[in-house]
């Protein structure tokens, strides 16, 4: 039945290959069931339900990928969308972000998904993706991963805010920051080797360390799932709709897109962007079995409550509150994501300058929008300068306007 459904000897594969393939996918990226809770926990929102939403959603897309695709592709959240929801969209005023409640920021992503949804009903979608240079889009991946970095430095305790250089060097002799940096080289080091899951398990033995250090509290390895009801159904799509948020759904909807054209890409060629997936066709997968596997696994994800709530503990450190267990994720996936940067065309200035501006911008300014508007308007405008403004799809000029309109509008 098995080789019926998914056509295992005409792809040169077997059973046993795809359940190995399956699990290799899982545990490459099960450290979202632990990062996930702990990032959008800071904008408010319940843990346990991330977990749980989280888990459950990963496992449906995945399932769904899997038996109608027949993809060895699993689909997960993206640490991109996280951060720019809970850090720019959720994140509050004072600290750099826009001050709207997970509750609106969840509104705009739902828009952002139905959007997606029509586009690529309509065949659009591959259009939009046209239109924005390769440079461009692989600085905003590169610029995504300074940021994600950025932050993992943060809650390591590895760089604190300093007056008059804004950042510096944090306590590195803290012990909580200790543990974040022995779990950093651990997690490393695995890379190195290529074991599967390094990220994973480099997390699991950094909470292990804090736990018998005494800075975190065990729960326990396994529970019940939690209750989804603190966040199911909570977003507020009427204020979602307020004009201020146009470039908020705008830039959730162009994060999905890179990260789908991203996911796809990199899987069918192995190289060059951070895709979990790749793990499990290096492992021997070559059909939709293998994302059966892997979203059977998510489920099994959700009797893991426990971890993941002592993995987003915070630490008191001086003024800081610190994340020592997932600090080294996100360091790791930071790097990963700098990949990008060698597909960026430096030989041409337009997209050499633009892509820096983006690049930069997004840690600098700590967030993805801005990071995404330098980038559209410097590249527009260069162009023009550069007596090659043809060569510019007419819908990046329009980004670009929207943008310094945005930005004329703020000021």
């Not at 046993?16 to 545990?27: A, D, H, Q, W, Y």
């Not at 200790?178 to 599967?196: D, E, M």
């Not at 997390?203 to 799932?225: D, K, M, S």
């Not at 008191?316 to 060698?342: C, E, K, Q, W, Y």
Request: charge should be neutral; hydrophobic fraction near 60%; proline fraction near 6%.
């Amino acid at each position: 039945m098995l080789d019926r459904l998914f056509q295992l000897r005409a792809r040169g594969t077997t059973t046993r290959t795809e359940i190995l393939g399956g699990v290799t996918t899982f545990v490459t990226l099960s450290y979202v069931v632990f990062v996930q809770p702990a990032v959008l926990a800071t904008t408010g929102m319940e843990p346990g339900a991330v977990l749980v939403a989280t888990c459950l959603a990963s496992a449906f897309a995945t399932l769904l990928m899997g038996l109608w695709a027949r993809y060895p592709i699993a689909v997960a959240p993206a640490m991109g969308h996280n951060f720019y929801f809970a850090f720019t969209v959720g994140g509050p005023v004072a600290a750099g972000g826009l001050g709207y409640g997970w509750q609106v920021a969840l509104g705009a992503n739902c828009l952002a998904g139905v959007a997606f949804l029509v586009l690529s009903l309509v065949g659009l979608r591959e259009r939009l993706i046209d239109a924005i240079p390769d440079s461009l889009k692989h600085a905003i991946a590169a610029g995504i991963g300074l940021l994600i970095a950025l932050v993992g430095f943060e809650w390591a305790g590895i760089v604190r805010p300093v007056p008059g250089t804004i950042i510096g060097l944090g306590r590195l002799a803290a012990p909580p920051t200790l543990v974040a940096i022995g779990g950093t080289l651990l997690t490393a080091a695995l890379l190195a080797r290529r074991a599967p899951g390094a990220i994973v398990i480099g997390t699991l033995a950094t909470g292990l360390a804090a736990g018998l250090a005494g800075f975190v509290r065990f729960h326990g390895i396994l529970a019940p799932p939690p209750s989804l009801a603190p966040t199911f159904a909570c977003l507020d799509l009427g204020a979602a709709l307020w004009p201020d948020l146009v470039h908020v759904v705008f830039v959730l909807f162009f994060l999905g897109l890179f990260d789908t054209v991203g996911t796809l890409v990199g899987v069918a060629e192995q190289a060059g962007f951070l895709v979990e997936s790749a793990a499990g066709v290096q492992a021997g997968a070559r059909t939709g079995l293998a994302s059966v596997v892997t979203a059977g696994l998510f489920l099994v994800a959700l009797f893991c409550a426990p971890l993941a709530r002592m993995a987003g503990q915070g630490v008191p450190v001086g003024d800081a509150t610190l994340h020592p267990i997932v600090a080294p994720a996100l360091i790791m996936v930071g790097s990963f994501m700098m990949r990008s940067v060698a597909r960026i065309d430096l030989a041409d200035p337009p997209a050499a300058v633009a892509s820096f501006l983006t690049l930069v911008t997004m840690p600098f300014a700590f967030s993805i929008t801005e990071g995404i508007a330098f980038g559209f308007i410097a590249y527009a405008a260069l162009m023009l300068a550069a007596g090659r403004g043809r060569e510019v799809h007419p819908l990046l000029y329009l980004f670009a306007a929207l943008f310094a309109i945005r930005y004329a509008y703020l000021t």
